[in-house]
């Protein structure tokens, strides 16, 4: 079936609807614009666990784009696994947080997720976005 870009659904390169989950809002609309110009949708943007996986009930994306810090609201590492207990979506970690207890929480929590270190480098978000969504 043709997607709006006339890509086919079965193609790694379609446009794929993504959550994101940034509690900071100027970091969201960066990975927002980032990954529209990469050619995906961005369905929602949550700042807080509890609305991550609200969204992801909601939206049903085919990726998450999660932080691990969400600050007062909540913990990514925590709403990712309610998120995946519910649906097998991929999640994708952009943190700051990549010291050696919190990759162990994320690969218990999400095994296989990737993890991007911030600030990210140009093109990391959307190469890693095309690596996990051919990978489905």
Known sequence: MPSAAGR???DASRAARLLIVEDEL???WSLQEALAAAGHEVVSIARSADEAVAEAVA???DLVVMDVNLGR???GVDAAARIRQDR???VLYVTAYRDDRTLRRVADATPGAQVLAKPLAPGELETAVARILGDR
């Open 8 to 10: 086919t659904l079965g």
């Open 26 to 28: 100027l970091i969201a």
């Open 59 to 61: 939206e049903a994306p």
């Open 73 to 75: 609201g909540g913990d």
């Open 88 to 90: 097998d979506v991929p």
